[in-house]
């Protein structure tokens, strides 16, 4: 009885489209500057109503809390710019130097 080995596949089967996505850096730092982008004018509208509040009545509980929201909004944005800096994170290539041993001893 003699069994004749069958080939093994050595190439992986190509990855799904969603998987494909998913491994896309682009595609992950465009999404988050996008939303940085949605954040950071979302800043913009609560410092503005905590102004109308505050010509209109004279500020009150409804302002302080517009301006914490707002600046909830702007530490959003920094957090998603540091995030999209790891995304990123791209290998340095340096250059390794080793002293020149060819001159004299």
């Not at 080995?5 to 998913?22: E, N």
Request: positive net charge; glycine residues 6%.
């Amino acid at each position: 009885m003699h069994l004749t080995p069958q080939p093994i596949p050595l190439q992986r089967p190509r990855p799904r489209l969603l998987g494909r996505l998913l491994a896309n850096r682009q595609l992950w730092k465009n999404a988050i500057y996008s939303v940085a982008l949605i954040t950071y004018l979302c800043s913009f509208l609560f410092f503005g109503l905590a102004i109308a509040d505050v010509r209109e009545s004279g500020g009150g509980v409804t302002a302080v809390i517009d301006l914490i929201v707002a600046l909830y909004f702007l530490v959003q944005v920094i957090f998603l710019f540091v995030l999209s800096g790891v995304v990123e994170r791209r290998q340095q290539h340096q250059p390794i130097d080793f002293a020149d041993r060819r001159g004299r001893t």
